[in-house]
């Protein structure tokens, strides 16, 4: 296996640059769409959106409340009001159709934070050491938000919250919440590889939750034309959720990605030349073969 230096240089070459980065892009005009959309009203006075992300209600009719914020307000003894709950219930279907992870990778505005961080890491030569946290931390710090808010009575939380700190810090400027938003890029970039999305936010570890039962899949359906090129780890947040659907096909596994805590941000099939990867379902098990499509059945191919 060889590990490129420069994952979608292939892809480039063989798809254009737009196709080689289309998701990429996607997720990017959506999340500069929806932090544009709740800036607009107090830097404009355009109310579209009123509220955060954590909370809102869009043209004064549809609400949307982060459920993760529900769970904290419970925990803290407080029962939201009708408005809330039903926005909850909207946020939580929406996830549990198209991926719990969906909001770190196509919403939360700290993603392009810690992606750049990650660029400014490869670009700085630093790979491999630093501090090396076990994957399930994150969900300690879940559950540890919820044992404060017990505790104390209040959301906690989202004093600290990176998401909301920024978004304070676009609307009212510099002070503290820049502070925490720095904090965690450097953090990713000298401390730990991808280490705030990856291992400690508890946003990301409720939605990764989520993300078990999702519908909407990844899936390695032509998993068969890989060359090893590994440039889907090299740029995947989560690389560790691709090898059993990419490498499975001896050991009986589908090659539909079930795991959590893929974000479904595309990035594999961004880079991938031979187009290994494809949006689908979790009931999805078909793999293509040239031009032959077939479900995998044990260490069988059934036509």
């Given at each position: 296996m060889i590990t490129a230096r420069?994952?979608?240089?292939?892809?480039?070459?063989?798809?254009?640059?737009?196709?080689?980065h289309r998701w990429l892009l996607a997720r990017r005009t959506a999340q500069v769409v929806f932090l544009g959309l709740f800036l607009a009203g107090p830097l404009t006075g355009l109310w579209l959106v009123k509220g955060t992300l954590a909370s809102s209600?869009?043209?004064?009719?549809?609400?949307?409340?982060?459920?993760?914020?529900?769970?904290?307000?419970?925990?803290?003894?407080?029962?939201?009001g009708r408005t809330a709950l039903i926005g909850g219930a909207i946020v939580l279907t929406a996830y549990l159709v198209i991926g719990g992870r969906v909001y770190c990778a196509w919403v939360c505005p700290v993603n392009v934070v810690t992606d750049t961080a990650h660029w400014v890491r490869q670009r700085l030569g630093i790979h491999g050491g630093g501090l090396r946290l076990a994957r399930n931390t994150r969900l300690w710090v879940l559950a540890m938000t919820l044992l404060v808010a017990l505790?104390?009575?209040?959301?906690?939380?989202?004093?600290?919250?990176?998401?909301?700190?920024?978004?304070?810090g676009l609307v009212f400027g510099m002070g503290f919440a820049w502070a925490v938003v720095l904090a965690v890029f450097l953090f990713d970039v000298f401390v730990?590889?991808?280490?705030?999305?990856g291992h400690l936010c508890p946003v990301g570890a409720f939605y990764g939750l989520l993300g078990r039962v999702a519908l909407v899949r990844v899936s390695a359906a032509r998993r068969g034309a890989c060359d090893d090129c590994r440039d889907c780890y090299a740029v995947c947040p989560e690389?560790?959720?691709?090898?059993?659907?990419?490498k499975g096909a001896e050991k009986g596994v589908g090659p539909v990605i079930l795991a959590g805590d893929c974000t479904n941000c595309g990035r594999c099939m961004d880079v991938c030349a031979r187009d290994v990867f494809r949006f689908g379902t979790r009931f999805d098990d078909r793999v293509e073969d040239g031009d032959i499509a077939y479900v995998e059945t044990g260490h069988h191919k059934a036509a």
């Open positions: 420069h994952p979608g240089r292939q892809a480039v070459a063989e798809k254009g640059w737009i196709r080689a209600l869009t043209l004064g009719v549809l609400p949307l409340t982060d459920p993760y914020l529900i769970l904290q307000s419970l925990f803290a003894g407080h029962v939201p505790a104390t009575g209040t959301i906690a939380w989202e004093l600290v919250n990176p998401v909301s700190m920024l978004f304070r730990a590889n991808r280490g705030w999305c690389g560790h959720v691709i090898t059993p659907a990419l």
